[in-house]
């Protein structure tokens, strides 16, 4: 994958680019990350990137000309041409306006060949830029940060340990919290690590057995891949409810697992 980052803060991106998975992912060859300064398309003896905004109002948004070149030097396609079945690039503009960002969102990202993350900053982007550059607005919260540069490096990571090959052992992502997988349970060989579906996953512990007092679930140690299964099933339904609630409606859950819910929602 070909992940091409636009930021007027180039400079930021040499911590995030440079650890964990992102760095073993470039390094094994699976992903290659350039950064572009923005203000390198600005042609005036200023550089400027931003304007005020027609109308009035407080204070500067990026401008269009600049984001627009940058874009088009990439080599990438149209935007009609990008929306068509099947097309493997895409363009995303960093948006504190845009659609939240999800598991999801960074599956249907590392599909692609060729991603362009667009970083908003000042009060905002010319809205011809989202309008008609860009293909998506994604934001990773709800709340507002002064730049999408942090959100891109969000980005970037969550996509890029999605690429197969990145993780080492690829069955790692299926059973992670907000997988939308579904959990695995195949008749007489259950899979005790089953993916999460939706949910948060389930607890982990590791030696000791007992520390300061509090023991590893017995369960855990017992052998018995069946009920290992269903427990961590169990309670990886218990903490969704319980940090989680809103995801519960989203989930994929079988009848199991909609007995386990019921057992648990009369015993909160």
């Known amino acids: 994958m070909k992940i091409d980052i636009i930021t007027i803060f180039p ?43 027609f109308g009035g109002g407080e ?5 269009p000309e600049p984001i627009f070149e940058c874009v088009e030097k990439l080599g990438v396609s149209d935007r009609e041409s990008r929306s068509s079945a099947g097309a493997k690039e895409t363009v995303t503009l960093l948006s504190a306006q845009g659609k939240r960002f999800t598991q999801e969102t960074a599956q249907e990202l590392s599909n692609m060949n ?32 002064s730049g999408g540069e ?20 690829d069955a790692s ?31 982990h512990y590791t030696r000791p057995a007992n520390f300061r007092g509090w023991q ?16 961590r099933r169990r309670t990886a339904i218990e903490k969704t409810m319980r940090n989680r609630p809103d995801l519960i409606d989203e989930a994929v859950l079988d009848d199991e697992d909609m007995e386990l819910l019921e057992e648990i929602r009369s015993s909160f």
């Not at 809205?127 to 550059?133: F, K, M, S, Y």
């Not at 299926?174 to 999460?196: I, K, L, M, Y």
């Open 173 to 203: 992502s299926r059973q992670e919290s907000f997988s939308s997988r579904p959990h695995a349970h195949d008749g007489d060989t259950p899979n005790s690590t089953c993916a999460s579906g939706g949910l948060l996953d389930y607890p």
């Open 114 to 145: 060729h991603m362009v993350l667009i970083c908003g900053r000042y009060e905002g982007v010319d809205e011809r830029v989202g309008t008609h550059l860009a293909d998506r607005e994604i934001s990773i919260g709800d709340y507002v940060l």
């Open 11 to 53: 400079d930021f991106f040499r911590g995030p680019l440079d650890f964990g998975i992102v760095r073993r992912s470039r390094e094994a060859g699976l992903v290659e990350i350039e950064v572009h300064d923005l203000r390198a398309f600005a042609h005036d003896r200023h550089k400027t990137v931003d304007d005020r905004p």
């Open 59 to 63: 204070g500067m948004l990026l401008k």
């Open 150 to 169: 942090l959100g891109a490096a969000v980005i970037v990571d969550a996509v890029s340990r999605l690429i197969p090959g990145a993780l080492g052992n």
């Open 216 to 231: 590893v679930p017995e369960v855990l140690a017992s052998g018995n891949h069946e009920e290992i299964r269903r427990w």
